[in-house]
């Protein structure tokens, strides 16, 4: 029975971060809170002239946008392509970072959507090994245990066990990468405010 007390210490331990977030979001396993939408003007200081028009991107702000919003480049590589794109006014600077702010906002949202699923196959995995332990406890205190039969379960269990601690550890890895994204639109808010001209 020692694999069945193992497993059961696995479940109870991987549970508490998949109902982390209480009663404000009992989908949401992360521990940070979830907030589904960000807002551009908390991290970029200069809003633009026309508030009502959308910022309009000139072909070499539209190439340093795409070029920002791509996660593999490194803060030092992004502050080297601004400072590599000169003769950008405010608004160019202005309408490069909205651009940015949409589609890493886009792709953080898509994120924070898989992680919602994630967590409820998680929680659902926890149902059916607690499903397991309960029909394992059942066949144990028969008058004449199945021990095959129990044997069989303590292996399932055990190996669904290990699965669902492996799939907390990467669903703890996932919750990072919303707050890291928020991370990275704040220092390029910071790399392209420092750029735009008094």
């Known amino acids: 029975m020692r694999p069945v007390i193992a497993a059961l210490a696995i479940v ?11 009663l404000n979001d009992p989908e949401w396993p ?11 003007a908390v991290m970029w200081p200069h809003p633009p002239e026309n508030q009502a028009a959308a910022p ?7 190439r340093l946008a795409e070029q920002l919003a791509l996660r593999r480049l490194t803060l030092e590589e992004a502050e080297s392509a601004v400072d590599a794109t000169p003769n950008l006014t405010k608004d160019d600077y202005t309408a490069i970072f909205s651009d940015v702010f949409d589609r890493l906002n886009q792709r953080r949202g898509e994120i924070m959507g898989g ?19 309960g029909e394992i406890a059942t066949l144990t205190k028969a008058e004449s245990p ?9 292996e399932d269990l055990d190996w669904r066990a290990r699965v669902f601690d492996d799939r907390r550890r990467s669903l703890t890895y996932a919750c990072e990468t919303p707050v890291l994204l ?5 220092a390029l808010a910071q790399i392209l405010a420092a750029h735009v001209p008094d």
């Open 115 to 133: 992680i919602t699923r994630y967590a409820r196959n998680q929680a659902r995995m926890a149902e059916e090994i607690e499903a397991l332990r």
């Open 30 to 40: 992360c521990i940070q809170r979830r907030v589904d939408t960000l807002s551009a």
């Open 12 to 22: 109870i331990n991987g549970l508490s971060p998949v109902f982390a977030a209480g």
């Open 56 to 62: 309009v991107l000139s072909p070499e702000a539209a």
């Open 182 to 186: 928020e991370k990275r639109l704040y």
């Open 146 to 154: 199945d021990f095959d039969r129990i044997d069989q379960l303590e």
